[in-house]
């Protein structure tokens, strides 16, 4: 790892002060995926500005319909929590089977969507409940926020403080995970919410997406035989060591099937 | 170069060390702490398991300027002098490794789990040892050992 700057704000102001004056600097949340891209020096930032003080950026509160999670709170926190377990359990299942138990008492919310990893678990939760990210600059609809692999809309100089999801009436998510990273090959958020059924697809493709065919399916009859005979198109789809995107393909539409059959 | 400051096994320590420096390289090599393997080097196999703030974390995915202020423990804090930790004590008996190269991230990573869950079932115990891995044992005698020392606990 090339060493850098370090710094250590303890507010949100603080923290954007300190990236703004860096030349090359990145925020450090949890440094799950950060601190490995720095070892193989794929990422030689000037500063890390680690959000890791910042007592404002963690910790679960609800919301009038629903929870807000600070940016830094761990995903063992999340998968922990009464308060998600009570509003969206799917949710607290989903942080439940990030990585292993060590990754998860370090990683978090803020630093996974803004990653925006294609194999990435939370992007699928934010898309398919509908969240709202909250930045030091302005609040972003889930569906503005993943642009493109690895690609989110955040601004130079923006940092994400928290995310608030609203209640649906039901909801879950079920993954295919790879056998040794515990990435997603394929994993499908289903939820019922406020404004119709909503499917976020992890995984398959180079960013998260919603699977309008699959939403149609669900909206007049919101059960797995909803599904049956339903094809899944594979173009555009990920193909690599791990599996083809005619496989990527056909795990959508089963663990769409899955997540449906498990919604509660 | 900053200097950092941390409670490590119960005593305040401080040192200092490039910004780059991980956590586990500031416990094996400024501290002399060589129990906390250094195993692949990619926060996969968990032989570098120690607890910061009571919680398992990979110390080679951690830089030690991340730890500032915080408690530490290692495996070479788990005993009470010549007194084995009860987890410690149950991996002797039932033999829960044979290298023993894994064996100080295991126990750390089993005492995170039975301070979460008094009683674990085998199957919770084998989920939560998916960060931890051992190329001798097949895994058997390490679970049966974390089962006796929940008993034990």
Redesign the interface.
Request: hydrophobic letters at 35%.
């Given at each position: 790892?090339?060493?850098?700057?370090?710094h250590?704000p303890s507010s949100v102001a603080e923290a954007a002060a300190a990236l703004a004056a860096a030349s090359e600097g990145k925020l450090?949340a949890g440094?799950?995926t950060l601190?490995?891209t720095?070892?193989q020096r794929l990422a030689q930032p000037s500063d890390?500005i680690?959000l890791?003080a910042i007592a404002d950026m963690k910790g679960i509160s609800t919301t009038g319909d629903g929870v807000r999670i600070g940016a830094m709170t761990t995903h063992?926190s999340v998968a922990s929590s009464a308060e998600v377990k009570a509003a969206i359990p799917a949710l607290a299942h989903l942080a439940e089977n990030i990585?292993?138990?060590?990754?998860r008492?370090?990683g978090t919310i803020g630093g996974s969507i803004a990653n925006n990893d294609p194999a990435a678990d939370y992007p699928a939760a934010v898309l398919a409940l509908d969240a709202t990210i909250q930045t030091n600059k302005r609040t972003i609809a889930a569906d503005d926020f993943f642009t493109g692999m690895f690609e989110t809309a955040l601004e130079e100089g923006e940092i994400i403080t928290a995310v608030s999801f609203p209640k649906p009436q039901k909801a879950a998510y079920a993954k295919f995970p790879n056998p040794a990273s515990?990435y997603a090959l394929v994993g499908v958020f289903v939820a019922q919410t406020a404004s119709g059924v909503r499917v976020a697809v992890t995984g398959a493709a180079p960013c998260v997406f919603r699977a309008s065919q699959i939403e149609q399916a669900l909206a007049g009859n919101f059960s797995p035989s909803a599904l049956d005979g339903l094809t899944i198109d594979s173009s555009g789809l990920n193909s690599d060591i791990h599996a083809s995107p005619e496989y990527r393909a056909h795990l959508i539409g089963v663990m769409a099937k899955r997540a449906v059959a498990a919604a509660a | 170069m900053?200097t950092v400051s941390m409670t490590v096994n119960g005593k305040a320590v401080s040192a200092e060390v490039?910004?780059?420096t991980l956590l586990v390289s500031f416990l094996r090599d400024s501290l002399g702490l060589t129990g906390t393997h250094v195993g692949c080097?990619?926060?996969q196999c968990?032989a570098c398991?120690v607890h910061v703030n009571g919680?398992?974390?990979?110390s080679c995915?951690?830089?030690a300027?991340?730890a500032?202020g915080a408690n530490v423990t290692t495996i070479e804090g788990l005993a009470s002098g010549e007194e084995l930790h009860p987890v410690q004590k149950a991996f002797r008996e039932h033999h829960g490794l044979q290298c023993g190269f894994c064996t100080p991230g295991m126990v750390m990573?089993a005492v995170?789990?039975l301070q979460k869950k008094k009683s674990p079932s085998e199957a919770e115990i084998r989920e939560?040892l998916?960060?931890?891995i051992c190329r001798c044992t097949g895994y058997h005698n390490i679970v049966k050992a974390i089962q006796a020392a929940a008993g034990a606990m």
């Open positions: 790892m090339y060493n850098f700057a370090y250590r450090l440094g799950m601190l490995p720095m070892k890390l680690d890791g063992a990585g292993d138990p060590q990754v008492n370090r515990r | 900053p490039e910004e780059r080097d990619t926060s968990g398991v919680d398992s974390v990979k995915t951690m830089l300027v991340q500032e990573s995170d789990l939560w998916e960060g931890n």
